[in-house]
C-alpha cells in the first residue's frame, strides 16, 4: 500500500485490515506515514476558549452545555471583545499559535455576526492562528467569517453516520457536511474529526475515520476527543475506550489521513504519559494547551511542559501558510 497515497478511497475492509494489525506493526507503518509528511518532533499547540457557555438547544447526549440535561454548567451570555483579546493575550504568552473560540449553539444568529468577526480580526491581529467553532453556519456565515480572517474552522462529526442518531436526534449528519462543504468553500481550513467512547464499536470509529479520510479534500485537521464523562449526561457512565484501543485508533487515523494534523484533544487529563506518548508515536501531533477545555479542566500548563521536555517534542510552527493557497485553489475547485 502506499503509504501517502493521499487519493486512495478507503473501504471497510481496508481499515478494518489495518485495526487487525499486530500492535507493533500497525505502529511501526503509522510513525513511517507521519515521517514521511511531518517533522517527527514537532507538536502543534491550540488554545480554547469558550466564548459563550452552556443553555444550547442541541441534545448531544456526551455535552455539558445541552440545557437538556441537569449537569453543573450555567448558560451565559457572548463573551466580551475586550475580555477574549486579553485571554488571547496569555494563550500567546504560553506558547499557544491558534486561538480556537467556542460557542454553545446550534449556530450563531444574525445579530451575533459583527462581535465574531471583531473577534476573528483582532485576535488574529495579535499574530495567532484562528478557530472558530459555534455550530451550523449557512454560506454567507461562512463568507463573512473568513472575510474576517478566520484560519480554520471546527466541526466534528463526531461518529460513524450509522451511529449518528444514538448520540444526536436534533440535526443530522447530513447537516453537519453540508456546514463543512460551505467551510471550505469560502476557502477556510477545516478542523473536523470525532470523540471516541459514546458506546460505538470499532466498526464505527473506522466508518468515521473512513468519511473524513475519503473527502474530496480531508480535513487540515482532525481532533480526536476521548470522552470526558460529565455528570448528568446520557453518556456519564459510557464504558471507557481502552487504553490500546485507543492508540490503534490514532494509528490508523494517521495511515488514512497522512496529511491531516492529529489532535489528542479532550481526555488528556485521564490520561497517562505514557498513554499520551503512545498516542503521539502513533502520529498524534497536536494538543490544546491550558488549565481549561470549555467546561472541564485540561492537563495544567506545567504537566504539559514537562512532558514536552521528556519525550524531546518541539512546539510546531506554523509555516507561512502553506496552505492558505492550497485552500484557496480548494475553494475554487470546489466552486467550479
Ligand atoms: N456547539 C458547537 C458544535 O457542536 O459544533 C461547538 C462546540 S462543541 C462543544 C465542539 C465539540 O466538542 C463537539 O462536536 C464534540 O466533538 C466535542 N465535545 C463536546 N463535549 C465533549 C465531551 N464531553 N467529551 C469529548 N468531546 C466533547
Ligand atoms: C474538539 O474537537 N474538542 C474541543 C473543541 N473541538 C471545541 C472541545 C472539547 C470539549 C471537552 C469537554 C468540555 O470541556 O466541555
Ligand atoms: Fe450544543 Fe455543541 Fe454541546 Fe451539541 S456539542 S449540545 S451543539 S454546545
Known sequence: MNHTADNQTWTAEGVQAL???????????????????????QVQKSRLVNIKTGGCPEDCKYCSQSIRYQTEVDASKLMKIEDVIADAKVAKKDGATRYCMGAAWRGPKPSHMESLCTMVSEVKSLGLETCMTLGLLNRDQAVRLKQAGLDFYNHNIDTSPEYYGQVITTRTFEDRLQTISYVREAGMKVCCGGILGMGESQQDRGRMLIVLANMKHPPESVPINMLVPIPGTPLAEAQQVEPIEFVRTVAVARIMLPMSVLRLSAGRRSMSEELQALCF?????????GDRLLTTDNVEYDHDEALFTKLGLEDMVPTAESSADQVDQYAQETAS
Open 281 to 289: 508515536f502513533a502520529g498524534a501531533n497536536s494538543i490544546f494547551v
Open 19 to 41: 485495526f487487525a494489525m499486530p500492535f507493533n506493526d500497525l505502529l511501526y507503518q503509522a510513525q513511517t506515514v507521519h515521517r514521511e509528511n511531518f517533522a517527527p518532533n
